[in-house]
């Protein structure tokens, strides 16, 4: 079945750094999406991409669905402290049921003050 | 407009018994998702339903199981609780086809 790879898996930086994060699969996706997790809460989306090659920003945050389809990158510039918690890619396909959502295992940030 | 809310946040349950979990979905969105996330397993999709169908099942054993309502506001309900059920279960709704949002989740603990 699908699956998608995400790296790195955690990450420590300086706060002012800017962080790139990646997500890969070797399935085709019709949308990516990325998400934000912190501790005890549910996933908040952050970007949802819709088009292969599509670059869109959401203040600080830049991500880019890939040309294959396969994969998406996250970029966040200039960290800041509130930036700690997790990032999960998802990707959504459709098969006959429906549609359906593919998540990564997650990129654990840290930022150091 | 509200989020996705979730009830009851906390919850613990000892082996064997079963647990009612509840998810309201953002207004107007008729899908909605449930995840189990655990540390060792991430989020995994357990079902969805759209218009109080079933549309689609993730890969758990059947003592897992959900409905929704008439409103969109759907159940998910766990049978013969074992350790291993322990996790953050997820909701997420969306208006059909495009982008989940996610609720707070509910934390169930078997003891």
């Known amino acids: 079945g699908q699956q998608l790879n995400q790296s790195p898996q955690s990450m420590f930086i300086q706060e002012g750094e800017d962080v790139s994060m990646n997500c890969t699969s070797s399935?085709?996706?019709?949308?990516w999406l990325w998400y934000k997790q912190e501790p005890g809460e549910g996933p908040v989306l952050l970007i949802a991409?819709?088009?292969?090659?599509e670059l869109t920003s959401n203040g600080r945050l830049t991500a880019q669905f890939g040309i294959t389809r396969k994969d998406s990158f996250l970029n966040i510039s200039a960290s800041i402290p509130s930036d700690v918690g997790i990032y999960f890619c998802?990707?959504?396909?459709?098969?006959?049921?429906?549609?359906?959502?593919?998540f990564g295992p997650g990129t654990r940030l840290s930022v150091l003050p | 407009k509200a989020g996705v809310t979730q009830t009851p946040r906390y919850l613990i349950k000892t082996r064997g018994q079963q647990v009612t979990l509840s998810c309201s979905p953002i207004?107007?969105?008729?899908?909605v998702s449930w995840y189990q996330q655990t540390p060792g397993q991430g989020l995994q999709f357990l079902f969805e339903?759209?218009?109080?169908?079933?549309?689609n099942k993730g890969n758990f054993p059947g003592r897992f199981s959900g409905r929704q309502f008439s409103n969109s506001r759907s159940e998910m309900n766990v049978s013969t609780l074992e350790l291993g059920d322990s996790a953050l279960y997820l909701c997420?709704?969306?208006?059909?086809?495009?982008?989940?949002?996610f609720g707070p989740g509910t934390r169930l603990t078997v003891l």
């Open positions: 997420a709704s969306s208006l059909g086809e495009d982008e989940q949002f």
């Open positions: 399935s085709i996706f019709n949308t």
């Open positions: 991409l819709y088009k292969a090659g």
């Open positions: 998802a990707g959504r396909y459709r098969d006959n049921y429906g549609q359906n959502f593919v």
């Open positions: 207004s107007g969105h008729r899908s």
């Open positions: 339903y759209f218009s109080e169908t079933q549309r």
